[in-house]
């Protein structure tokens, strides 16, 4: 089983930056890819960016050129880069690893873009 652990989230203004981290622990060997999630107020989770362990990405169209994802293998640690936020972006964002075919999930961290 993998834990994962985001951090990073708070208000920021709309035009503005945030990084969100997320530190894996447990079976962290048995992750083939990493993910961003997030889900507003009243519509379902979707996916923002994705990560495997051969470093190929995947970025929804809406965040494709403002939001980067990447891993640091050291440090057991996937990242999300957003910039030029929008109130849209305004979310839960949660961090997924998948192991064995099986979605793995942090607890969350709101991201709240004021205009």
């Known amino acids: 089983q993998v834990q994962l652990v985001e951090s990073g989230g708070g208000l920021v203004q709309a035009g503005g930056s945030v990084r969100l981290s997320c530190v894996a622990s447990?079976?962290?060997?048995?992750?083939?890819?990493m993910a961003w999630h997030r889900q507003a107020p009243g519509k379902q989770r979707e996916l923002v960016a994705s990560?495997?362990?051969?470093?190929?990405?995947y970025y929804t169209d809406s965040v494709k050129g403002l939001f980067t994802i990447s891993r640091d293998n050291d440090k057991n640690t996937a990242y999300l880069q957003m910039y030029s936020l929008k109130s849209e972006d305004t979310a839960v964002y949660y961090c997924?690893?998948?192991?064995?075919?099986?979605?793995?999930w942090g607890q969350g961290t709101q991201v709240t873009v004021s205009s």
């Open positions: 990560i495997t362990i051969g470093g190929s990405t």
């Open positions: 997924g690893a998948i192991t064995r075919l099986k979605w793995n």
């Open positions: 447990g079976d962290i060997f048995d992750i083939t890819a």
